[in-house]
């Protein structure tokens, strides 16, 4: 059920770049806009995202000592507080940062870019309130309504585009996010009301608060740096012509998407079995769980991947090609996309480490190795774009984000002694091997491509590389294949049980 939420909510992402492909192309507007998205964004996954990966820890935790009700409401009140606080420093100040960050951006460029950023930073206390109610259903296991009130934020989005985008351009964008964020909260909070979690006469004791934000904030800054990457890229591609910028967003966000639905779906089911198992010391079962989840990512991540830049132009032509967004565009898109493969690869399986590293309370670790690929990313985006244009945007994040991943499985490594096993590396063996026979696949399906449409190729070269993936599977015995297909057949004998008890 998670993974089917978290595929929507996915769907709704791409729903909403569609919608803004097909009013704003590669246009000025678009690019201002998701130019603009970029240090709002930063902050808003500073919040969420740090929230839930230093809170789930401590959650788990107090709840041991009983303590979490007061943990809960000791944080939803700060994080409110320091919250508004960052949303008057961002509006106040974004009319002086956008004009540093984007140079290149003038007249109407430049004043939509500025504006949008102030109501995105007037989203920031509605965010950092979402962030800790969005952590406490996690830390209890309850990751769907945290996925639903994402799709809350998305839905009202896109709604906000079909309705005003005509009358006010990008703008509209921004005010549906503001809307889905203040929808979104009341959500959490009925949510949250029934489970008797409020205390509303607490006061909040900030020596207590404080011990938590120093794990927090190392954890935060870490999250934080592929948003800051994201900054780089977009600075540099602003340098470039028009539609750059709209170019590398939106091949960032599709190459990702496998990592969006499958990584991070498997690293948040994980995480908390990660914490239980480290706050009782049953370090075997954390080292379970850890090489677990890098064997069940490397066996959906591969394939993805590897399908999804052989279709590449098939499948930006079906998801954006229409509108303003022209064929030119599709070809700039779909170039940059392929450079980004080794970014979405190597951060996939980054996912788990960091988790582990974040239960072993060595946030800062990673917050160093972070800080660092900020500086490597740079570097690499000045050497490429020199030496081969905009491509050496995505060129340096697949090469940044392979320097983080082995630094990151370096340090875990030394801290739990050795993950992979023998098996497990034969096992990641015969997976590569079945990826490259689907690629095969795929490929020779594409010779006869003129005999259909678009999308009923895509469909029939999804379906042909599934089904050759699956048989690879059972043909070089990958025992994950068969796990899942024994798990498949448990449920539904389970669920055929309590048919007949019924």
Same mark, same amino acid.
């Given at each position: ?10 769907i ?16 000025y507007?678009?690019?201002a ?22 809170f ?31 949303a ?12 540093i ?13 500025i504006?949008?950023t ?21 830390a209890?296991s309850?990751y ?12 009202t989005m ?25 929808v &979104? ?19 909040v ?19 934080m ?10 600075i ?22 496998p990592q ?34 890098l ?22 032509r079906l ?20 450079y ?11 996912v ?10 060595k ?11 900020i ?7 000045w ?38 096993t ?12 079945a ?19 678009? &999308? ?8 042909v590389g ?10 070089l ?18 669920r ?7």
């Open positions: 059920m998670f993974i089917l939420f978290t595929l929507l909510l996915k709704s992402g791409l729903l909403r770049d569609m919608v803004v492909a097909y009013y704003f192309g590669d246009t507007q678009a690019d806009y998701l130019a603009a998205f970029i240090i709002p964004n930063m902050i808003f996954l500073f919040l969420t995202t740090g929230m839930k990966n230093a789930v820890p401590s959650y788990v935790e107090a709840k041991e000592k009983g303590g979490e009700t007061i943990l809960f409401n000791q944080l939803w009140k700060a994080t409110g507080m320091i919250s508004l606080v960052l008057f420093i961002g509006i106040l100040f974004s009319p002086v940062v956008i004009p960050i984007y140079p290149n951006f003038q007249g109407a460029a430049m004043t939509l870019a504006h949008t102030m109501i995105f930073m007037g989203c920031i206390m509605f965010v950092g309130l979402n962030a800790v109610f969005e952590a406490y259903l996690d209890e309850k769907i309504f945290s996925v639903i009130s994402q799709i809350i934020v998305l839905g896109i709604s906000a585009a079909i309705l005003l985008a005509s009358e006010i351009g990008p703008y509209a964008l921004a005010i549906g996010y503001l809307i889905g964020t203040i &979104s909260l009341l959500f959490k909070i009925i949510l949250v009301y029934r489970h008797q979690m409020f205390q509303l006469a607490t006061k004791n900030w020596k207590e608060v404080r011990a938590f934000f120093v794990i927090f904030i190392p954890v935060a800054i870490t999250v740096v592929g948003q800051v990457n994201l900054a780089v890229d977009n540099f591609a602003s340098y470039f012509k028009e539609g750059v910028v709209t170019y590398v967003n939106y091949a960032k966000n599709l190459v990702h998407f969006a639905i499958f990584a991070v779906t498997i690293g948040t089911i994980t995480f908390p079995l990660l914490a239980k198992s480290y706050a009782k010391k049953k370090m075997v079962q954390f080292n379970n769980h850890l090489e677990q989840g064997m069940v990512i490397s066996y959906v991540i591969f394939p993805a991947i590897v399908g999804m830049m052989v279709l590449m132009p098939s499948i930006i998801l954006f090609e229409r509108g303003a967004f022209t064929a030119e565009a599709t070809n700039g898109t779909a170039v940059v996309a392929y980004y493969a080794g970014s979405v690869l190597f951060f996939s399986l980054a788990i480490v960091n988790n582990g590293l974040y239960t072993l309370k946030g800062h670790m990673l917050m160093m190795i972070g800080l660092g690929s500086l490597l990313n740079l570097l690499c985006n050497l490429f774009t020199s030496w081969i244009g905009y491509i050496g945007i995505p060129l340096a994040s697949s090469v940044v984000g392979l320097c983080y991943a082995i630094c990151c499985y370096g340090i875990l490594s030394k801290q739990v002694g050795g993950i992979f023998k098996p497990s590396i034969i096992e990641i063996g015969k997976m590569i091997l990826v490259l026979i689907m690629a095969g696949a795929i490929v020779l399906v594409g010779e006869i491509r003129a005999f259909f449409t678009n &999308s009923l190729y895509l469909i029939f070269a999804i379906f599934i089904v050759i993936y699956a048989l690879c599977s059972y043909i015995k990958i025992q994950l294949f068969y796990f899942l297909l024994k798990y498949r057949k448990k449920q539904d004998h389970n055929s049980m309590l048919e007949e008890e019924s």
